[in-house]
């Protein structure tokens, strides 16, 4: 039942992670994930090399491209500090609402706003939108081939300071090439690679962590 994948997967959270628990939620996905069909969350072992990342950024203010289900907008939001905010665009309207209620079951909604929207047309109006100046974190998840373009519209839009971490998903699996040369060949940033496993599955994947030099 449940007309989508997203869908089924809010509807096994509904029924089996408690309400106001992120952990018990971020589970409840890993394990209707790993044992009922697949998603392209971040997934538990990658999860980990995110949560690292947030908790020794300490970030005020963070930027996550395609929220998806929200399952890493969890994994983000649990770890902020009090008064930080984290922005994620999503530009799937049915995933947005039902990522939107998976993060109300989470009870994490309040640290989050979820724009509904391609990151090209919502990225220049955030400094405006949220009377912010620069990121602290950018989760990059989104379609593949739109890391790099986007990348370029967050310098272009003065949108990261030096320092800025930038953390990118899927960087083997399915891999991001371009984006990959240019983060590791760019005199403006040091780039360095995280090994892992593809969510859910014995299949390389990993993460590149890039750090913005202004
Ligand atoms: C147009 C660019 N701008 C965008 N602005 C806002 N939201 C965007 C945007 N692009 C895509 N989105 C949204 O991000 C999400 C897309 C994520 C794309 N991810 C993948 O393709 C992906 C794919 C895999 C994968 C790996 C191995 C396979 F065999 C098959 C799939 C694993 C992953 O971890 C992935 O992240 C969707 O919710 C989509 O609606
Ligand atoms: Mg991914």
């Known amino acids: 039942s449940g007309k989508s994948r997203p869908m089924r997967i809010l509807q096994y959270v509904q029924n089996t992670a408690v309400q106001g628990d992120a952990n018990s939620v971020i589970s409840a996905v890993d394990s209707y994930c790993a044992n009922v069909e697949w998603a392209m969350n971040v ?12 908790l020794d950024v300490r970030p005020r203010w ?20 009090p008064g930080a905010r984290l922005i994620t665009l999503e530009m799937n309207h049915h995933y ?11 009870g994490l909604d309040s640290q989050v706003d979820l ?14 939108k949220f009377d912010m100046d620069k990121f602290d974190l950018v989760f990059i998840d989104h379609w593949k081939t739109s890391y790099l373009p986007d990348t370029k519209l967050l310098e272009e839009c003065d949108l990261l300071a030096s320092g800025t971490v930038l953390l990118a998903d899927n960087v083997t699996c399915p891999g991001a ?5 240019y983060v590791r060949n760019s005199p403006r940033y040091k ?20 750090v913005f030099l202004g």
């Open 43 to 54: 997934g538990d072992k990658k999860g980990e090399i995110l949560d690292a990342v947030v």
């Open 62 to 81: 963070v930027l996550e491209l395609g929220t998806y289900c929200g399952y890493s907008t969890m994994r983000i939001a649990r770890l902020l500090p």
């Open 96 to 106: 947005a609402q039902v990522a939107k209620q998976i993060l109300g079951h989470a």
């Open 115 to 128: 724009l509904v929207g391609a990151s090209s047309a919502l990225i220049p109006q955030l400094k405006k």
């Open 177 to 181: 090439p371009e984006y990959l040369h």
């Open 191 to 210: 780039s360095l690679y995280f090994p892992s496993q593809l969510e859910y599955l014995r299949v390389e994947d990993g993460m590149e962590k890039s």
